[in-house]
């Protein structure tokens, strides 16, 4: 996959490419430890909310195991982190996506040179023979699923197979944006790994490596209070008036059940037509709006059942439409009026 563009100026590093990680100190001494004990789970799902540096800790895990093969080496065993020099010929390789022992299953291209919204079975199945093969590469076979959120059914299943007889010395790492969706039949087979998200400080950090941006710039500290610990967020927002339509999303959405159809025209007309910051801005804020009222007021989550049935079913076909309305770059004003549509029923 290419660099991922968050706005035109603007090139953010592929997790696979990125060497440095910023925070989650114990989830990576989780993995470091479970490694170098013999005895680590096969499979890890690698939760938490996006743009945290889910799929970074997992390629930096991937890097680790294929650079040290023997976990009771000495190495390993004194390493204190999953640090691998980029100028190692295992570093090099996984930037460039070409080591012989690291698969990846994330959404790509179809014929037509347009991003798919989910990752086919026919990609997934490619694990049975990355698995099956003995010629290819010694040591370690590592599987990077980013996202396992994005599997159709198919995809899901099909990964199942493999989870389900492990080959020997194979690690899965199963990036997720919403664990609690993921089939509990993948879920328990997994080891799980939730990250919380970033401190502002780190938030920072990660956007200056990743983005080359520099950390005394006020206008990255002021993306990054508002990421909500998320570099993904912190450098959407950094994208022209993102902040700005955010606020305006979120102002709209605290209206619901009630929507007045000139401000959504509004809206719409702000998104433009090819805008991918705008675009984002907005799904951002809706992602957000809809979590909260998943995780709000525990204590009479039974009496709340229905709502969220029908919340979390909204969720889904505002992300599917998302996901088509960026791909085919189809026109943003009818997903905005949809959208709304949507979480008002929802909420009635």
Same mark, same amino acid.
């Given at each position: 996959?290419?660099?991922?563009?968050? *706005?035109?100026?603007?090139?953010?590093?592929?997790? /696979?490419e990125t060497s440095t990680l910023s925070g989650h100190r114990e989830?990576?001494?989780?993995?470091?430890?479970?490694?170098?004990? &013999?005895?680590?789970?096969?499979?890890w799902l690698i939760g938490g909310a996006q743009g945290i540096g889910k799929a970074t800790l997992a390629y930096r895990m991937a890097r680790f195991v294929l650079a040290h093969r023997d976990p009771q080496g000495a190495d390993v065993q004194r390493a204190e982190t999953l640090w691998v020099d980029p100028s190692h010929p295992v570093a090099r390789q996984v930037a460039a996506g070409s080591h012989g022992g690291?698969?990846?299953?994330?959404? %790509? !291209? =179809?014929?037509k040179g347009v991003?798919?919204?989910?990752?086919?079975?026919? *990609?997934?199945?490619?694990t049975i023979s990355f698995f099956g093969s003995t010629a290819a590469v010694d040591g370690w076979r590592v599987c990077i699923v980013d996202t396992v959120d994005e599997l159709?059914?198919?995809?899901?299943?099909?990964?199942?197979?493999? !989870?389900?007889?492990?080959?020997?010395? %194979?690690l899965f790492l199963l990036v997720s944006h919403a664990p609690a969706r993921v089939l509990p039949t993948i879920l328990s087979r997994c080891r799980k790994l939730p990250l919380r998200p970033l401190a502002t400080a780190d938030v920072i950090r990660a956007a200056?490596?990743?983005?080359?941006?520099?950390?005394?710039?006020?206008?990255?500290?002021?993306?990054?209070e508002a990421s909500e610990g998320s570099v993904s967020r912190a450098l959407t927002l950094l994208g022209g008036d993102a902040l700005k339509l955010q606020q305006r999303t979120a102002a709209l959405l605290s209206s619901l059940p009630r929507v007045d159809p000139r401000e959504l025209h509004a809206l719409g007309e702000a998104l433009g037509g090819s805008d991918r910051v705008a675009l984002a801005a907005f799904i951002d804020s809706v992602?957000?709006?809809? &979590?909260?009222?998943?995780?709000?007021?525990?204590? =009479?989550?039974?009496? =709340?059942?229905?709502? !969220?049935?029908?919340?979390?079913e909204v969720w889904e076909k505002i992300n599917?439409?998302? /996901?088509?309305? *960026? %791909?085919?770059?189809?026109? /943003?004003?009818?997903?905005?009026? %949809?959208?709304? &549509?949507?979480?008002? *029923?929802?909420?009635?």
């Amino acid at each position: 996959m290419s660099p991922r563009q968050v *706005e035109p100026q603007i090139t953010v590093a592929h997790p /696979r490419e990125t060497s440095t990680l910023s925070g989650h100190r114990e989830a990576e001494t989780a993995l470091l430890n479970a490694y170098r004990s &013999g005895r680590i789970p096969h499979a890890w799902l690698i939760g938490g909310a996006q743009g945290i540096g889910k799929a970074t800790l997992a390629y930096r895990m991937a890097r680790f195991v294929l650079a040290h093969r023997d976990p009771q080496g000495a190495d390993v065993q004194r390493a204190e982190t999953l640090w691998v020099d980029p100028s190692h010929p295992v570093a090099r390789q996984v930037a460039a996506g070409s080591h012989g022992g690291l698969l990846t299953l994330e959404r %790509s !291209l =179809n014929d037509k040179g347009v991003l798919r919204t989910v990752i086919t079975v026919d *990609e997934t199945r490619e694990t049975i023979s990355f698995f099956g093969s003995t010629a290819a590469v010694d040591g370690w076979r590592v599987c990077i699923v980013d996202t396992v959120d994005e599997l159709n059914p198919n995809a899901a299943n099909a990964l199942l197979k493999v !989870l389900e007889e492990p080959p020997q010395r %194979s690690l899965f790492l199963l990036v997720s944006h919403a664990p609690a969706r993921v089939l509990p039949t993948i879920l328990s087979r997994c080891r799980k790994l939730p990250l919380r998200p970033l401190a502002t400080a780190d938030v920072i950090r990660a956007a200056t490596d990743a983005a080359h941006i520099a950390a005394d710039d006020p206008a990255l500290a002021e993306a990054a209070e508002a990421s909500e610990g998320s570099v993904s967020r912190a450098l959407t927002l950094l994208g022209g008036d993102a902040l700005k339509l955010q606020q305006r999303t979120a102002a709209l959405l605290s209206s619901l059940p009630r929507v007045d159809p000139r401000e959504l025209h509004a809206l719409g007309e702000a998104l433009g037509g090819s805008d991918r910051v705008a675009l984002a801005a907005f799904i951002d804020s809706v992602d957000r709006w809809v &979590g909260e009222r998943m995780r709000a007021d525990p204590t =009479n989550a039974n009496a =709340n059942l229905p709502r !969220l049935a029908r919340l979390a079913e909204v969720w889904e076909k505002i992300n599917r439409a998302a /996901r088509d309305t *960026e %791909s085919y770059n189809l026109e /943003r004003k009818p997903l905005v009026f %949809s959208v709304f &549509g949507l979480l008002a *029923e929802a909420m009635q």
